[in-house]
């Protein structure tokens, strides 16, 4: 079952249980799908819409740290029920040691020496763990790399 209808299911499951929170989560993710199909014309693939699922985390880890500057825990709590439901949706995690391992390896593959190699190295690292990483350690790895 691709990644697609498993979310098209769990909606259907939220429905049913009268899950708000979830629901309306998912159907946040779902609007946020149609619309990338909408504007590039294209049926979306698993690493597609495991990219908008990272995207729509990144923007809730944001609004946390927005809300719990401005002291409003219940909004916080709000987008950190949000995260929650999202994070079903995607891969495995690496670890910082594997982040680090697998940035090593591309580094030596693309035969990158210094920082000035840091767009050809991320080009790479991106196709490889979009998804798979959060790509803020990845690019953390990266400059560590290359500074080395």
């Known amino acids: 079952m691709s990644l697609k209808a498993q979310i098209t299911e769990d909606m259907k499951t939220a429905m049913r249980a009268k899950d708000s929170v979830r629901l309306g ?3 946040l993710l779902q609007a946020a799908m149609k619309q990338k199909e909408v504007d590039e014309r294209v049926e979306l693939d698993d690493a597609m819409v495991i990219a908008i699922v990272d995207k729509l985390i ?3 880890k944001d ?3 927005a809300y ?6 219940d909004l916080a709590d709000i987008e950190s029920n ?4 999202l994070e079903v949706y995607l891969p495995q995690r690496l670890s910082a ?3 680090t391992a697998a940035v090593k390896a591309i580094v030596a593959e693309v035969g990158a020496a210094g920082p000035g190699d840091m767009g050809k190295v991320m080009g790479a690292v991106k196709a490889q763990l979009t998804g798979k990483a959060d790509m803020g350690l990845v690019s953390a790895a990266v400059k560590a790399a290359l500074a080395g």
């Open 25 to 27: 989560t998912i159907r």
């Open 58 to 60: 990144k923007q809730r």
């Open 63 to 65: 609004s946390v740290a």
């Open 68 to 73: 719990l500057t401005a002291q409003r825990q």
């Open 82 to 85: 949000e995260m929650k439901v």
């Open 97 to 99: 040691e594997e982040i």
